[in-house]
């Protein structure tokens, strides 16, 4: 009788313990469940090289129109081609084809409208308007300095292409250059192993297929000086969103993909107090103070809002349970904007 | 408020007791997961038909002959005998599941110290163990090592009858005793001791093997001299038909070689001797390119000593790779015996502890040599190596012993960024993507250097929605893709484009971005070989900007480009389909930076 209470007592033991071991075993995560992320009060860093003046458009809830411009790519004065006008009217290197890399450059990062006049080609004085819409941004590109050599990388000849792109992003409302001076990107092709057209000794570089080579050296150039470029205007202008609510863990905000926002961002809320400077007509308003305040993690990233979670908070700010406000702004970290964005 | 915390209390002491471990105890979620295993058969004993082998849930791979017992009666047993411990190892490696094996085979048992005298048995086998394991198996000192290495080495460990009909490894009289999960710990041990005694004896004759291997090497070097010094007195000639002015006599002797020839040779100065040909592996490719031409029979021979040099060495590769892989199964092995002492579950640990010296005393060697130092000589290049490479920059030309100071000196001359963008392009291949066309093997061994395992392993759970347990290596999968006829879900979108700005995956773009990030961790021989695969026609060098690196004649240099040609022709010339039984060797893949 004692033994079968011993017995009883040992069972349910045991089959409490089970029950405990299921409660204490941590069962595997659902895709669907999300990170939870610990926040961390450290002073945060405000991203640098962006353009601030494009908040203004933010607040609007709508994407940069943009117009981009490309003023020509064909034998510019100081230009030295090893190939003729008509290889590059066979491998459809026309003007109209250059203005179309640059425009698919600029339209692939997924952040503004854009707008060109290929079907005109390329023309001087890029548009403020077209067809009804006004436009914020204007870039204009043009190549300078296109040229081409024979190097000797021993015991190899091979040809060399460099040219440069000059673009400037002229902000169409105020009238402000973005680029101080120009953004210039240049676009170099055979100065590296496996790059230029090797010239093989007895073969003249004027043969039809050298020919063809040679223009598509100019081609990979002039594509590496568009990325180039394209790469400095994406900096500039970088993903702005705008807070319409915040609570203690997370965020949500207007920005999304169509603003260049991705899944898995890490973004930086700031605060941004404005003045007003100048008299009479000439009275406008510029930003006086920018105070960062978070940096949140966004998953739930929408086509036009997202949802984010905070990682880290500043110092400042004064309550942890409403770190930001409504109309606060939050723009791509360094990392995020340096690392790869979706096309 | 007494209640409700003696209820806390309660259910703490009781998580505790689950987790098999006192207060001080830190034990893995593997444990956790062993306790509420051991827990589950514990309750439920598994009912087996008499006379076949016991299986648990738990313990599915390690499959103990119900014979296993005797052998304890005996006091001693046989590698034959161990052999299906071996086999399980090697089916767990197989399935790149190596790394859980002790655990998978023998889960923690929870125990508690019942008494003071006990307590005190406990604390004093602590000591011991922690005394014999010294030295090895420290946190986190996991040796890295390559689970297929690991799997080829054991094969051939298993396919050596009489080694393990011979080798012997005594056991505890007492194990007769004791239940069948700590008798499967002690045969587990005791395979081990006979594991890594066969691998000490494979190491030794590798030694000899590798004696045999340089002197193969001298042989090939001897040729290649022979054949420089054959272009070296045409080229003597040839500056003194051209000082007489006999243009016609200058041709006839340079018949075969090319313009393109002449200019190369002519760049190493004006007066070419035998000594500037061992300076440089394309110059002598090019000698051996003209005895080719001008003298068949001695090529032949030549071509007959390359293979030699090259399957010997492969085949020593792949021995030392498996000692290595062996070794660092052994570290892990070790850490997780000193885990399960942390966790008070040792019990039978006493009876165990002559087989745990023992298997100190022959893993020791092995662990100490899973490091790079058997590569020595042959794909690391030893650390006295001297003018490995030779790089040429403003006129000037510097001998450099090592790939780290390769590039150093390419961030100096500010070219380094160029090596940077050109190792993946878009519209022609970059460098990763020349690699892989001859040795996709080798190119994912790039980037698994380059990324940590952790992002690699995310990677191919978010990318190619790999469920498996084990680390993921993009080198396998790099090759399991060219070895099939499916489509190239990887190599295309990984390889042949630039996907670090602009990325059509972001997750592809991260990877890339990190192997740059990274890329100056790279060894000789990824260098050399990312060198060979890379440049023109049979020259081994590298333009870099104004840099230009190139190889200088050694064991390692000689054997990067023997090899990579060889993989090149087998490549060229195979059904993709039909390559696996002539795969090169797995462990030949230096793994330092894993």
Known sequence: MFKTGIEIGRKAVVGGALLLAAACATPPPAPEQATTYKVIRAPVRMPSGFDLGALELVGEARRLRVYTQLRGIDDPGDATLLFPASVKANLGLTDQQANLLFHTGIRQSNRFDTFDDTDTKVRDGARQNYKGEKMDIVIEGEFLSERQEIIDISPYKKIHTSMRLIATMRNVNTGQELFPGAVSSPGEWGAVQGEGTMIPPNVAINT?????SIGQDFQHSMEKAINGAVERIDELMRPVGYITFANATSMDMVGGTVNGFQGGDNVVVFHVDYTELGVGKDRHRVIAHVQPIAVAHCDGVGTETSHCDFTMMDPSVPDIQHPALEHDFVVLSDRSANGPRKN | MGKSTNWRRLVIFACGLMAGANANAQLSPNDWKNSLQQALQNQAPPQTPQGQPTASPANDILQMPVSAGQLFHQKSASGEELAFVLQSLSMSARQRQSRDFLLRASPVASTTASDYVQRAKDEALKALLEGAMHGYGKDGDEKSYSDKSLNHFLDDMLENKAGLHSTRVDLPKQGESMTPAQQERLLILGAMVIGARLANETLQQAHENFRIISTQYEVLLDRRQKAASLLAGVMEQRRQAIAAKNELEARKL?????????????????????????????????????????????????????????????????TVGGVAAFGGFSGIFVKQLMDMVRAKDYTGGMAALSLIRDFIKEAGPLMQSSSDALYDGLVTAPKNAHRTYRIEHAGTLTDIDHASEIFQSLTASGDKQLFDDALFRDNVPGFVSHVYQCDPEHAGDLLDSAVPAAQRKQFAQDYLNWQEDGPFSFADALYDETASTGTKRLAEPLLNRDQRKRADSVAIGQIQAQTVANDASWNDIQLMRMIVANSEGTRAQMQLGGSIVRLVPSMSTIFAYESYTDVCIKTASEDPATRESDRPAPSARPKKTH
């Open chain 1, 208 to 212: 039809p297929q050298m020919q063809q």
């Open chain 2, 254 to 318: 340079t018949n075969g070689l090319s313009e393109d020839d002449l200019k190369f040779i002519d760049s190493f100065g004006p007066k070419i001797t035998i000594e500037t040909f061992a300076n440089d592996v394309g110059l002598q490719n090019l000698a051996l390119s003209y005895l080719r031409k001008n003298d068949p029979a001695s090529y032949a021979d030549y071509e007959t000593d390359q293979k030699k040099f090259v399957s010997s060495s492969k085949a020593y590769l792949q």
